[in-house]
């Protein structure tokens, strides 16, 4: 039977992209070894670095003045990072809290310097993103999450900040077109649209780099990355090269345009079965919602495990809610089809 993975990370990756990824694990183009077992200094490992970057800037159309570095530690690490590199102490910078991941990007700031939260959805469990933000011209950043993971909300528009914008794109990067200019970092753990677990994907525009008075450790110091194209040390190769594999099979399916039509089709699709059939309901306010991880409940939460294990039946795994939300949540990133999110809508049509 067919799995329909909707996990929202590690999460679902094309099938080609799973078959060359096997293959280079095995002999990486007839090199006799794996690419597992290659040097990160090798002729081939820099080959798949320069086009993993040059992919990158064609796909998201990054403009001059911006690098893009493939980094560890995650998402996670990247909360530190940021503020490390761009808050002074003494400065103050802009926070919009949309959930629990912004919330670790708030705490790991404050180890920096000033932390302003300037708006805040947490009064209604984040099902909705913040309207009108208002953001000091003061503060050096402002930082957003764009697709919150957990509450199925998105900001749909980025506001036009008077500050550089810092944002975690998580689980939205290459899922639709971004003005890059906006921005003076942007960072993807690559679990999630890209890759598995691993790599990192950070843009940085150079110019907001070299502020801070703060002496910087080696390995949290975007500069020292940019000069050594991002392998200071040994990489993430392959996390790095399935991540450039899903680039190419973007690519082909028509770019961050192709992606943001097929994503919309399956929200749509998706949303619209939530709102016609009378069991269940969405949670996130309807302008607001994520076109990447959609969180819905049902009305009789006591009927829960009975759909899950509908699902189950149906190949379909990973549609479990987070626990701060309750109830299910389908992650529909680039790499899952239609036919998923149909296989999906038959399940709640039947359990109807
Ligand atoms: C998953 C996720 C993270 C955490 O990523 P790690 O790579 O595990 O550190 C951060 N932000 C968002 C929006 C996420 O979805």
């Given at each position: 039977?067919?799995?329909?993975n909707?996990?929202?990370?590690?999460?679902?990756l094309?099938?080609?992209?799973?078959?060359?990824?096997?293959q280079?694990?095995?002999?990486?183009?007839?090199t006799?070894l794996s690419l597992?077992?290659?040097?990160?200094?090798?002729?081939?490992v820099?080959?798949?670095?320069?086009?993993?970057?040059?992919?990158?800037?064609e796909?998201l159309?990054?403009?001059?003045?911006?690098?893009?570095?493939?980094?560890?530690?995650?998402?996670s690490?990247?909360f530190?990072?940021t503020?490390?590199?761009?808050?002074?102490?003494?400065?103050?910078?802009?926070y919009?809290?949309t959930?629990?991941w912004?919330?670790?990007?708030?705490?790991e700031?404050?180890?920096c310097?000033?932390?302003?939260?300037?708006?805040?959805?947490?009064?209604?469990?984040y099902?909705?993103?913040?309207?009108?933000?208002?953001?000091?011209?003061?503060?050096?950043?402002?930082?957003?999450?764009?697709?919150n993971?957990?509450?199925?909300?998105?900001?749909q528009?980025?506001?036009?900040?008077d500050?550089?914008?810092?944002a975690?794109m998580?689980s939205?990067?290459?899922?639709?077109?971004?003005?890059?200019?906006k921005?003076?970092?942007?960072?993807?753990?690559?679990q999630?649209?890209?890759?598995?677990a691993?790599?990192t994907?950070v843009?940085v525009?150079?110019?907001a780099l070299?502020?801070v008075?703060?002496?910087?450790?080696?390995m949290?110091?975007?500069?020292?990355?940019?000069?050594?194209?991002?392998l200071?040390?040994?990489g993430?190769?392959f996390?790095i090269?399935v991540?450039?594999?899903?680039?190419?099979?973007?690519?082909?399916?028509g770019?961050?345009?192709?992606?943001?039509?097929?994503?919309?089709?399956?929200?749509?699709?998706?949303?619209?079965a939530?709102?016609?059939?009378?069991?269940?309901?969405?949670t996130?306010?309807?302008?607001?919602?994520?076109?990447?991880n959609?969180?819905?409940?049902l009305?009789?939460?006591?009927?829960?495990?009975?759909?899950?294990?509908?699902?189950?039946?149906a190949?379909?795994?990973?549609?479990?809610?987070?626990?701060?939300?309750?109830?299910?949540?389908?992650?529909?990133?680039?790499?899952?089809?239609?036919?998923?999110?149909?296989?999906?809508?038959?399940?709640?049509?039947?359990?109807q």
């Open positions: 039977m067919k799995t329909y909707f996990y929202a990370g590690p999460a679902i094309a099938e080609e992209v799973k078959k060359q990824a096997a280079a694990a095995l002999e990486y183009e007839n006799g597992m077992e290659m040097s990160h200094r090798s002729a081939e820099t080959a798949i670095m320069e086009e993993a970057v040059a992919l990158t800037r796909l159309n990054i403009p001059e003045g911006y690098r893009v570095l493939f980094l560890q530690g995650g998402a690490l990247q530190y990072m503020a490390l590199n761009l808050l002074d102490s003494g400065k103050t910078a802009a919009v809290d959930g629990a912004s919330k670790k990007a708030i705490k700031a404050k180890r310097g000033g932390v302003d939260v300037v708006a805040s959805s947490s009064d209604k469990n099902n909705y993103i913040p309207k009108n933000i208002d953001v000091p011209a003061s503060a050096p950043y402002v930082h957003i999450t764009t697709n993971t957990i509450f199925g909300t998105q900001f528009e980025i506001p036009d900040f500050v550089p914008v810092v975690d998580s939205d990067i290459f899922s639709r077109p971004i003005d890059v200019s921005y003076d970092v942007i960072y993807a753990g690559a999630k649209n890209m890759g598995p691993g790599a994907l843009i525009r150079e110019g070299g502020k008075t703060r002496e910087l450790p080696s949290l110091d975007y500069r020292l990355f940019i000069e050594k194209n991002s200071f040390n040994t993430p190769v996390s090269y991540s450039l594999l899903t680039l190419r099979w973007i690519k082909k399916n770019g961050v345009e192709g992606m943001v039509n097929r994503n919309t089709e399956k929200a749509n699709l998706l949303y619209e939530i709102d016609n059939h009378p069991l269940f309901y969405g996130a306010a309807k302008e607001d919602r994520s076109k990447m959609v969180c819905f409940l009305h009789e939460p006591s009927r829960s495990d009975e759909f899950l294990s509908a699902c189950a039946d190949g379909i795994v990973g549609v479990k809610g987070h626990r701060s939300v309750g109830g299910f949540r389908a992650s529909i990133y680039n790499a899952m089809d239609l036919a998923g999110v149909r296989q999906l809508v038959k399940v709640m049509e039947s359990f």
